[in-house]
């Protein structure tokens, strides 16, 4: 099992580069497949990137280009460094693990979760 928390969210102004971070606080990344995903106010859950076990990278349109998921083993950490920031980036994030990558898109297939990080885009 994994636990995980996040942190690094805040109040960023538009444009602006915060980077997240998901630490595992028991167990390790090196057996799972990662995820970042974001609830906006009155949406559902959305996935936004994700990374296997290997290292390979997946991002949603919306997000590519700007955002960039990346691990560190030693710190057994997960990031997510968005840049390029817009007011509909504002969200809870969530990092996410599962065992497998298999429809890495369906929030409901992640068996374990954060408690959230809030970020809001201001204008």
């Known amino acids: 099992q994994v636990q995980l928390v996040e942190s690094g969210g805040g109040l960023v102004q538009a444009g602006g580069s915060p980077r997240l971070s998901c630490a595992a606080s028991?167990?390790?990344?090196?057996?799972?497949?990662t995820a970042w995903f974001r609830q906006a106010p009155g949406k559902e859950r959305e996935f936004v990137a994700a990374i296997s076990r290997s290292g390979g990278t997946y991002y949603t349109d919306s997000v590519k280009g700007r955002f960039t998921v990346s691990r560190d083993s030693a710190q057994n950490t997960v990031y997510l460094q968005m840049n390029s920031l817009k007011p509909e980036d504002t969200a809870v994030y969530y990092c996410a693990a599962k065992n497998g990558p298999f429809m890495i898109q369906e929030s409901n297939t992640y068996g374990y979760w954060g408690q959230g990080t809030q970020v809001t885009v201001s204008s």
């Open positions: 028991t167990g390790t990344f090196s057996g799972y497949f």
